[in-house]
């Protein structure tokens, strides 16, 4: 191809190019020259030719000009008697794919504004081969898409190289279209699945790819709603699969689990617990079958521990699953970090509703409510505001467990029988205790600690208190709270002053005067 001098000189040459195929069959070759444009090292020129492709393989696939059906090789056809029509359509739909390939090559170029205009092509393309399909309907009312070209998309968008965060952003305009969404849901779960397959490690930037894109999937949650499609039909058939949601919830099923059941790194094993409570459990088709990833995460331990308790939380009260030895492993999560992690506010807020059952063995709840205190003592002043009233809640719940606070014969300090290293709650004798480490905090440094300490001198009120505006309580909001208050009047002993000296009948008075 010859480029003409000057700015825009690529793109008049390649449109004088783009003009000369569509209007004659004989002067196909000049394909050749505009596909090998994409290849150029200047950006401004392969952007004119990915534009070029965009007008040259639209208009051909509207004028039906690519040929139908399984493609044949292209030298078997080249070398046949068949009639020069049906040779020109398949050397043209060769061309096609391989401006296909080019473009999904151009989703790893440097240039972000190349990559964007690719996607934007390849999806173009996407939707005009499903309204002109390249495959030949298997029965009447067949639902088609074209599900290679749009496989390769995706592959492009999960690469195992770079980050394609940007990208995918932009990606997420086109899953708010019902026919996508289902599509793309299907070839993540065959991307997943080919990358991990036979290989023992898969690079962190693939992970981070596979999460951004799974997590930009959102079903909707009526049946109803499944009206926007990319590829527009004359009718919808609903024998099609893509009009129901539940096929659309078996296929988010099937993404999310194949993605999960791999060892994942735990910045993106972090990452789907944050969002698994209100992004996936609610629309999968069995919810139940999550239990495997989320035990396998509660058993790390740590800040991972803390974050699966909300999905096991929903399992267990809205699935009616059992998980032996839960309250065991809840209890061991209680360490002095849990005061200091990022997810403390979600950790006491699920323990706060995985203790309100009334039919919970007193045992327990003491050795949570003993656990909790003993770690009081070396917690910093926000985590205190909160504990304490948590603590104070536990017992106004179990009445039982009330003799934690007034055993006026309880044992000394050095003589605690409660046990801080047992691992089983049940052994730890903690109804055996007491709760003096809630006494030692009235005398705590801060004046707001030790008056919710105090809490326990009297009987307590029924009403618990709620914990839900302490659960976010940091040590700058207690800062500003207490500057907010202000000096507060003293009240002291003394006479007021009549004057400099005292009142007149004052002996101070009476032997000296002011001249």
Not at 18 to 25: F, K, T
Not at 188 to 212: C, Q, S, Y
Not at 418 to 423: A, H, K, R
């Amino acid at each position: 191809m010859e480029r003409e001098p000057g700015p825009g000189g690529a793109r008049r040459a390649l449109g004088r190019l783009v003009e000369a195929v569509l209007a004659s069959r004989g002067e196909a070759n000049a394909v050749f020259d505009i596909l090998a444009v994409l290849q150029s090292e200047d950006q401004e020129e392969v952007q004119e030719a990915v534009r070029a492709c965009s007008r040259l393989f639209g208009a051909l696939l509207a004028r039906g000009e690519l040929f139908v059906g399984q493609l044949p090789s292209e030298e078997m056809v080249m070398a046949g008697s068949q009639g020069a029509t049906r040779k020109y359509k398949v050397w043209m739909r060769h061309r096609y794919h391989s401006c296909c390939n080019s473009l999904g090559e151009l989703l790893a170029h440097p240039s972000f504004q190349v990559k964007e205009l690719a996607l934007s092509t390849l999806m173009k393309f996407v939707q005009l081969e499903g309204e002109h399909p390249l495959e030949k309907p298997k029965w009447e009312g067949n639902y088609l898409f074209p599900r290679q070209l749009f496989k390769l998309v995706v592959e492009g968008l999960l690469s195992s190289e770079e980050d394609r965060s940007l990208l995918l952003s932009q990606f997420r305009e086109y899953l708010e279209h019902d026919d996508i969404r289902y599509h793309t849901m299907q070839a993540a779960a065959d991307t997943v699945a080919r990358v991990t397959d036979g290989r023992p490690e898969v690079h962190l930037i693939f992970w981070n790819n596979a999460f951004t894109l799974l997590s930009s999937v959102s079903l909707p949650r009526q049946e109803g709603d499944l009206s926007s499609f990319y590829v527009k039909h004359v009718e919808l058939s609903d024998k099609w699969k893509v009009v129901h949601l539940k096929e659309h919830r078996k296929a988010f099923q099937l993404m999310w689990l194949g993605f999960l059941k791999h060892q994942l790194p735990l910045r993106i094993c972090k990452k789907v617990l944050v969002i698994i409570h209100d992004a996936i459990l609610p629309y999968l088709a069995q919810p139940s079958l999550m239990i495997d990833f989320l035990t396998r995460a509660y058993d790390i331990g740590g800040a991972i521990s803390l974050l699966a308790l909300n999905g096991l939380f929903i399992l267990i009260h809205k699935h009616n699953l059992e998980y032996p030895d839960f309250y065991r492993k809840l209890y061991g999560l209680l360490d002095p970090s849990v005061f200091h992690v990022k997810y403390r506010a979600r950790f006491f807020h699920l323990a706060d509703l995985f203790l309100s059952s009334s039919h919970l063995p007193a045992y327990l709840v003491a050795a949570f409510a003993k656990r909790l205190a003993r770690l009081a003592l070396t917690a910093p002043p926000e985590a205190l505001l909160m504990v304490l009233p948590f603590i104070c809640n536990l017992l106004r719940r179990h009445p039982a467990c009330r003799v934690l606070m007034h055993r006026p014969r309880g044992p000394e300090l050095d003589a605690d029988p409660y046990d801080p290293g047992e691992e089983d709650p049940a052994q730890s004798r903690a109804l055996e205790s007491s709760l003096w480490e809630l006494q030692a905090l009235q005398r705590h440094y801060h004046p707001e600690v030790s008056k919710a300490a105090s809490v326990i001198n009297q009987a307590l009120s029924v009403p618990e208190v709620s914990i839900a505006p302490l659960l976010e309580l940091t040590a700058f909001e207690i800062f500003e709270q207490d500057l907010k208050k202000g000096p507060e009047s003293v009240p002291l002993e003394f006479i007021p002053a009549q004057g400099l000296l005292g009142r007149q009948d004052d002996l101070c008075a009476q032997h000296f005067t002011l001249s």
